[in-house]
């Protein structure tokens, strides 16, 4: 059930918390195997990862998100130290061969690296609240443009958005709309 659940998604969204665990890193493997599009939300917590389990799991991913700040530790234990940003990307790239990489930098937006181009979005300032949801929605609504075959720019440009809506409201369930979405990439 679990297999054909993951096989018939569009998207298997898994992270690398789940393979602390040998039953569960298993799991995730097998389901690996039967995925169509898979991505990897890097959530490096320490002690619980390991550089050549996060190099495994790079390599099948089909698109690969990190924060910035693991990116750049990930790249430092690859031997791999530059502090710029593109730089860093490229290297994974060459890595994991995985054709697309997100790095997000918080309030300053994130960076979109695909076919080998980047799309730039520098955030939009909002009044922070509760930043509870805010990743998980930025994802969700970028895997959802990509999957959806919007530009790379305009989603990078949609995803900031709701993220920062996201993190302008109380709770991970915040009620935004298209409307308040592109009037915020309107400016």
Same mark, same amino acid.
């Given at each position: 059930?679990? !297999?054909?659940?993951?096989?018939?998604?569009?998207?298997?969204?898994?992270?690398?918390?789940?393979?602390?665990?040998?039953?569960?890193? %298993? =799991?995730?493997?097998? !389901?690996?195997?039967?995925?169509?599009?898979?991505?990897?939300?890097?959530?490096?917590?320490?002690?619980?990862?390991?550089?050549?389990?996060?190099?495994?799991?790079?390599?099948?991913?089909?698109?690969? *998100? $990190?924060?910035?700040? @693991? !990116?750049?530790?990930?790249?430092?234990? !690859?031997?791999?130290? %530059?502090?710029?940003?593109?730089?860093?990307? @490229?290297?994974?790239?060459?890595? #994991?061969?995985?054709? #697309?990489?997100?790095? #997000?930098?918080?309030?300053?937006?994130?960076?979109?690296?695909?076919?080998?181009? $980047?799309?730039?979005? *520098?955030?939009?300032?909002? @009044?922070?609240?509760?930043?509870?949801?805010?990743?998980?929605? $930025?994802?969700? %609504?970028?895997?959802?443009?990509?999957?959806?075959?919007? =530009?790379?720019?305009?989603?990078?440009?949609?995803?900031?958005?709701?993220?920062?809506?996201?993190?302008?409201? #109380?709770?991970?369930?915040?009620?935004?709309?298209?409307?308040?979405?592109?009037?915020?990439?309107?400016?």
């Amino acid at each position: 059930m679990l !297999l054909n659940a993951v096989k018939n998604a569009n998207a298997f969204v898994f992270g690398s918390l789940i393979a602390r665990n040998d039953a569960s890193y %298993s =799991t995730l493997l097998a !389901l690996l195997e039967v995925a169509s599009y898979k991505v990897f939300d890097v959530n490096l917590r320490p002690p619980h990862y390991k550089i050549s389990v996060l190099v495994e799991l790079m390599q099948k991913a089909d698109f690969i *998100k $990190f924060n910035d700040d @693991e !990116l750049f530790e990930i790249c430092k234990a !690859l031997n791999f130290n %530059s502090d710029d940003l593109q730089k860093n990307i @490229e290297f994974i790239f060459k890595k #994991t061969n995985t054709d #697309t990489i997100c790095v #997000t930098k918080g309030g300053d937006g994130a960076i979109l690296y695909t076919g080998k181009t $980047f799309y730039n979005n *520098k955030g939009y300032k909002v @009044e922070v609240v509760d930043t509870v949801g805010a990743g998980d929605s $930025f994802l969700a %609504s970028l895997i959802n443009k990509i999957l959806k075959k919007e =530009t790379p720019q305009n989603a990078i440009d949609f995803a900031c958005a709701v993220g920062a809506l996201v993190a302008s409201s #109380t709770g991970a369930n915040a009620k935004i709309t298209n409307k308040a979405i592109l009037e915020l990439i309107k400016g």
